[in-house]
Each structure stands twice: as C-alpha cells, then as structure tokens.
C-alpha cells in the first residue's frame, strides 16, 4: 500500500495550459504539504494544509491554487503555465503540524512545460 | 530560518559504519533536528530526528551534541542501498515547515 500516492508521475505540457496534480494519503494523517524541486535539486515549500485549513503559503504565485477536499486528499491546480514552472512537484502528509512530525512524501509529479 | 552546515560529500565502504556530520550553530531551544535522504528519482524518505538525547531507530542512529549546535547521523552498517542525499534540517516553529539545504551525497563502495 502506498502510504502518499500522486498523479500523474509524469505531465507534459504546453504553456498556458491549466493542468492538475492529484494526492492522496492513507496514513490518516492531519497535515499535507506541496514541495517543489527545481533543477538545481533545491526543494521547497509551497503550502501546508491542516485538517483542510491552509496554514502555510510560501509566496507561490497565485496561479498555483491548492484544494484540499478532505484530509487525506491535497490537489495542486496550476493556472497559465510557464517555462519555469517546470519541475518536481512532491507531496508529503504528517501526521499533525507541528516540528516534531516526521513528514512522509510521495515520489513526485515531474511537470515538464515546453 | 535557521540554517545547517553539511559536507558536499562522503563516501564509505560497504559494510562499514558511516557518520555524517551537520552544524546547526544557530539552532534555538525548540528546533527539532530532522534527517531526511533522498534517492534518486525519488521522494524524500523520513530517517530519524530528536530534540536534545540521542535518539535511536531501525534505519539510523541520531547524535546531538550537549550544546546542540552539531549533530551526527550515524549509519551503523552501510548498504549500496544507502547511497543517496542526506539532509539534515532543522524544523522550527509550530507548523512544520522544513527548509532543505544542499545535503550531502553520500557514496557507498564495495
């Protein structure tokens, strides 16, 4: 059983496109994340979502707008796509926020746009 | 956010222990020390982490110094399956907001 699955593991497309990254976990946890890496391998956070409350933005641009319908799914829509937003795109679930939560990521979504 | 310090790379021999160290000079009173690795074409992969004692699981071994300002993830026997990425991160604040760095590379050899 996959404890933090997404789809698609890969997503090519256009720019200007609107496409969709789906996540789901059955961990039964309170907490879920989007991370991105870029090229340079550097990863970071984009949102956190509590119990479906978004409790961290990291001043993604507003094209990227998360939904979360219950608490064991975190999906990431992307508006108007561009060059840079290529990249992977991870999810991650805890089991409650808070800095004593190991966090438990899914193996990523590679999003190429041309 | 508070930041680390982590050697680019390392290598070890299989079968032999592996310590890979991580400075955290300005770590405050509440931070958590997380390790993470990540292997290639992979999400990371939760390792272990700790407050202030010496923590000890199944995948690793967690050394916190008495200051807390470095610590050593200890690999008791490495694995060519241990080859990867291993960040050490210090998790602040009452969200749990992780900040990767660069990580070190780790090698394992036959």
């Known amino acids: 059983d996959t404890a933090v699955s997404q789809t698609p593991k890969y997503l090519v497309t256009q720019m200007g496109n609107d496409k969709s990254i789906k996540c789901e976990q059955n961990?039964?946890?309170?907490?879920m994340y989007w991370y991105k890496q870029d090229s340079k391998k550097f990863l970071k956070i984009m949102f956190s979502?509590?119990?479906?409350?978004?409790?961290i933005n990291e001043t993604v641009p507003n094209r990227f707008s998360p939904k979360s319908p219950d608490k064991a799914h975190l999906n990431l829509h992307i508006n108007s796509l561009e060059l840079g937003d290529s990249a992977v795109y991870f999810c991650a679930s805890s089991s409650r926020q808070g800095n004593n939560s190991p966090l438990h990521f899914g193996n990523g979504t590679r999003l190429t746009v041309t | 956010d508070a930041k680390t310090t982590q050697p680019n790379s390392m290598e070890s021999n299989e079968e032999e222990p592996v310590h890979l160290p991580c400075n955290h000079s300005t770590i405050s009173g509440t931070d958590y020390i997380h390790w993470y690795r990540q292997l290639p074409s992979q999400g990371p992969e939760y390792v272990i982490h700790?407050?202030?004692s010496n923590v000890n699981n199944r995948m690793a071994s967690l050394a916190i110094a008495e200051d807390r300002k470095s610590s050593t993830l200890i690999l008791h026997r490495a694995t060519l399956r241990d080859a990867a990425v291993y960040y050490c991160?210090?998790?602040?604040?009452?969200?749990?907001?992780?900040?990767f760095g660069t990580g070190t590379r780790l090698q394992v050899t036959l």
């Open positions: 979502y509590n119990n479906k409350e978004l409790i």
């Open positions: 991160i210090l998790n602040t604040g009452t969200a749990s907001k992780l900040t």
């Open positions: 961990l039964g946890h309170d907490t």
């Open positions: 700790g407050l202030t």
